[in-house]
């Protein structure tokens, strides 16, 4: 079963929208998905108001108990993907893994998702998400895990 990690800095904007978006996406298929952090700086806090306002109104249905978590070595050695939501992440992955895990590390869209908590945007955030979610779907149900 392939296991996705989608990372943003804080966990409690993108990368627990596109954790949900994916959930939903992937409904019946033998596909694990979580969500993290490259920071502290949100560890323990819930999610965005704006996230879960959009994720509602879309029907996605998520984890009103998630919370903020960093990742962790575990989780690189844990998981098949480890998908940035936007190049500082990717770097910040890169960095954090001290190397070792780089062929598990991806961009999630070529532009990466700009962060909702800066730009106030969470539908525009959400469609780049929708259509990132469908690309990787798509990309891992061929490829499944390695």
Not at 14 to 20: I, L, V, Y
Not at 26 to 34: D, N, R
Request: proline share 5%; charged share 25%.
């Amino acid at each position: 079963m392939p296991k996705i990690c989608f990372v943003c800095l804080g966990n409690i904007c993108r990368s627990p929208m596109a954790e949900f978006v994916m959930k939903n996406l992937s409904k019946g298929q033998p596909i694990h998905v979580e969500s993290r952090a490259t920071s502290g700086w949100e560890h323990g806090n819930p999610i965005h108001p704006g996230t879960q306002k959009v994720l509602t109104q879309h029907h996605i249905m998520f984890d009103k108990t998630k919370v903020s978590q960093r990742i962790s070595i575990k989780d690189f050695a844990a998981f098949d993907y480890i998908i940035g939501m936007d190049k500082d992440n990717v770097r910040d992955l890169k960095r954090l893994s001290k190397g070792e895990f780089t062929d598990k590390i991806y961009l999630f869209t070529e532009n990466g998702v700009p962060d909702p908590w800066y730009t106030g945007d969470f539908a525009a955030t959400y469609d780049l998400v929708m259509r990132g979610c469908r690309h990787w779907l798509s990309f891992i149900v061929e490829k499944g895990s390695r």
